[in-house]
């Protein structure tokens, strides 16, 4: 409810939320016209299993965590440089819960240009996120089922178990789950504030 209001307060004395950057803090940014990847995005078939669960969850019932919320658009603005209202707009278009003030408030939270957001450089890592929230799996089990049969081990990070694994549990890469969309490490690097000190945020 805090949140709600707080999100209230910025709509109610800031130009509209949801087309303009309540800061400068990411002027900087070239986004990048990906249509391709904004679509594997909104169909949850980006290669990383947490955000694909939560994506196929949004579509399928309108709703999905707010720890996924944030993974998935952490996903679309930092590592595929996607515009944050290209994500506002999806979920507006999905949200059962969508509301017009706390809708754009988190994605510029998640962004880094909304009041008191967090910062551009904070990156969210949806393997180490999923292996944290998600340990048995169960989550990504339940909406992405061609991964059912993974090992707990490799569940959140398919792209990087053996062969042998990956046959055994009846996975092929590209063909009946996608391999992901974007080089992890290289796009969170390109990514974020280049800051002396802060590179513990990288990955959190």
């Known amino acids: 409810m805090i949140w709600r209001d707080f999100h209230y307060h910025q709509l109610y004395h800031r130009k509209d939320i949801a087309r303009y950057d309540m800061r400068d803090a990411i ?3 070239e986004w990048q016209e990906n249509k391709k990847a904004l679509s594997a995005w909104t169909k949850g078939q980006t290669g990383f ?3 694909d ?7 399928a019932t309108g709703w999905m965590h707010n720890r996924v919320r944030m993974l998935v658009a952490s996903l679309l603005t930092k590592n595929l440089l996607i515009d944050w209202r290209h994500g506002e707009e999806w979920f507006w278009d999905t949200l059962v819960d969508g509301d017009i003030a706390s809708n754009p408030g988190s ?3 998640v ?3 909304g009041m008191d957001a967090a910062p ?3 990156v969210f890592n949806p393997v180490v996120q999923g292996e944290r929230f998600d340990a048995a799996g169960d989550y990504v089990r339940e909406w992405v089922p061609e991964l059912a049969d993974m090992p707990n081990k490799w569940i959140h990070k398919p792209f990087e178990a053996p062969d042998t694994v990956l046959e055994k549990a009846g996975v ?3 063909k009946t789950y996608p391999k992901p969309i974007v080089d992890l490490k290289s796009s969170s690097r390109r990514a974020r504030n280049s800051k002396k ?3 513990d945020d990288l990955f959190a």
């Open 53 to 59: 669960a939560g994506m196929r969850q949004l579509w």
């Open 107 to 109: 994605w510029q939270w």
């Open 197 to 199: 000190g802060e590179e």
């Open 27 to 29: 002027a900087h940014i």
């Open 172 to 174: 092929v890469l590209g």
């Open 120 to 122: 551009y450089f904070r």
């Open 111 to 113: 962004a880094g240009c």
């Open 49 to 51: 299993p947490i955000v």
